[in-house]
């Protein structure tokens, strides 16, 4: 059973850096057939993804965030790290780390989401 868990600061100050790290359980994120995303919900708007890094590092980030956003892994760790740089409180959003599978073309599992509110 796989299992995914988010953890990060929960609040950070406009302009820092953000890292979000995504411990994944149950299976090696170099598994094939499998991407691992970032995705992110603002307070009343809808899900908006982020990046996402295959089962072969190959590296994916969304146009409108590229200037500031990166995602990594340490397979040693089992986990993905997303960073984000110059933050605003437009910032401010649960974050969720989700496995996409190649095989039905879905999202199939997800963490619980982290909160993180970007407030001086």
């Known amino acids: 059973q796989v299992q995914l868990q988010e953890s990060g600061p929960g609040l950070v100050k406009p302009s820092q850096t953000l890292s979000l790290t995504c411990t994944v359980s149950?299976?090696?994120?170099?598994?094939?057939?499998?991407?691992w995303n970032w995705i992110r919900q603002a307070p009343g708007k809808g899900l908006e993804w982020m990046a996402f890094?295959?089962?072969?590092?190959?590296?994916l980030v969304s146009p409108s965030l590229r200037s500031r956003t990166s995602i990594s892994r340490d397979t040693s760790k089992n986990h993905v790290t997303l960073q984000m740089s110059s933050v605003t409180p437009e910032d401010t959003a649960v974050y969720y780390c989700?496995?996409?599978?190649?095989?039905?073309?879905?999202?199939?599992?997800w963490g619980q989401g982290t909160q993180v509110a970007v407030s001086s």
């Open positions: 890094i295959t089962n072969t590092g190959g590296t």
């Open positions: 989700a496995r996409f599978d190649n095989r039905p073309m879905a999202y199939d599992s």
């Open positions: 149950g299976v090696s994120i170099t598994s094939n057939y499998y991407a």
